[in-house]
């Protein structure tokens, strides 16, 4: 049995690119890439904030340092530059491997600048 996990989130990215004319795909600065572990024409979905618009696509590296995140092809319809997505990769493991499983969570700020990183989210709390 497997079960499928968050493996790698990007949390509040800014879009700064819709390019309806460009071949499909998310893509996205190659620095924050390497850092939450996502390869390159992976699977993730998208989760948009603004708009409660929630997109399966792949990933393809844009320039290192530029803070790019362009939401391409079909799904430039579901976000707009400015709006703040939510970008999440999930890994199958089996109940093994999931004891020891630990997300790479990180957040950004407007401008797409990592303000923090973590390996869990904090359990949510009664209000």
Same mark, same amino acid.
């Given at each position: 049995?497997?079960?499928?996990?968050l493996k790698a989130?990007?949390?509040?990215?800014?879009?700064t690119?819709?390019?309806?004319?460009?071949?499909?795909?998310c893509?996205i600065d190659g620095?924050?890439?390497?850092?939450?572990?996502?390869?390159?024409?992976e699977q993730i979905?998208?989760?948009?904030?603004n708009?409660?618009?929630?997109?399966? !696509?792949?990933t393809i590296?844009?320039q290192?340092? !530029?803070?790019i995140?362009?939401?391409?092809?079909?799904?430039?319809?579901?976000?707009?530059?400015g709006?703040?997505?939510?970008?999440?990769?999930?890994v199958?493991l089996? =109940?093994?491997?999931?004891?020891?499983?630990?997300?790479?969570?990180i957040y950004?700020?407007?401008?797409n600048r990592? !303000?923090? !990183?973590?390996?869990?989210? =904090?359990v949510?709390?009664?209000?």
């Amino acid at each position: 049995m497997q079960c499928t996990l968050l493996k790698a989130k990007l949390h509040l990215a800014c879009v700064t690119h819709a390019e309806l004319d460009y071949e499909g795909s998310c893509a996205i600065d190659g620095k924050l890439l390497d850092l939450a572990g996502i390869h390159e024409y992976e699977q993730i979905q998208i989760y948009n904030v603004n708009n409660g618009e929630r997109f399966t !696509t792949y990933t393809i590296r844009a320039q290192e340092g !530029t803070g790019i995140i362009s939401v391409n092809g079909a799904a430039a319809h579901k976000a707009q530059p400015g709006h703040r997505i939510i970008i999440c990769a999930y890994v199958a493991l089996t =109940p093994q491997e999931m004891g020891l499983h630990k997300p790479t969570l990180i957040y950004l700020d407007k401008n797409n600048r990592i !303000t923090q !990183t973590r390996h869990a989210i =904090p359990v949510q709390k009664a209000a």
